[in-house]
């Protein structure tokens, strides 16, 4: 359980697997995953597949992970969210920030 980091095997892509919660508790190990990678990614994907809660810390950590990626011009996606994920980020409006899938 926890966040596991697989880049790209052209490191242009970084692939971040939340298991189990995403709350603050996860917060350094999530900042880790992506600040520490070889290359710096022109894309990032989060696969909540996986993903069993989200709470407001996770919202935050999504749009700290948005700026570090490039702000606007950030290549984000948020894959494999189940229906009550996808409520959860469009109500935050995050659909207008992220790539849903």
Request: hydrophobic share 45%; charged share 25%.
């Given at each position: 359980?926890?966040?596991?980091?697989?880049?790209?095997?052209?490191?242009?892509?970084?692939?971040?697997?939340?298991?189990?919660?995403?709350?603050?508790s996860t917060h350094q190990a999530f900042r880790?995953?992506?600040?520490?990678?070889?290359?710096?990614?022109?894309?990032?994907?989060?696969?909540?597949?996986?993903?069993?809660?989200?709470?407001?810390?996770?919202?935050?950590?999504?749009?700290?992970?948005?700026?570090?990626?490039?702000?606007?011009?950030?290549?984000?996606?948020?894959?494999?969210?189940?229906?009550?994920?996808?409520?959860?980020?469009?109500?935050?409006?995050?659909?207008?920030?992220?790539?849903?899938?």
């Open positions: 359980m926890g966040i596991i980091a697989l880049p790209s095997a052209d490191g242009k892509e970084l692939t971040l697997r939340i298991e189990g919660r995403f709350d603050f880790r995953a992506y600040e520490e990678t070889v290359s710096t990614p022109e894309r990032y994907i989060v696969d909540l597949a996986q993903t069993t809660y989200v709470d407001s810390a996770a919202l935050g950590m999504l749009l700290l992970l948005r700026d570090h990626a490039g702000g606007d011009q950030a290549n984000v996606r948020l894959i494999n969210c189940g229906a009550a994920l996808r409520e959860i980020f469009e109500f935050a409006q995050f659909n207008v920030l992220f790539t849903l899938r």
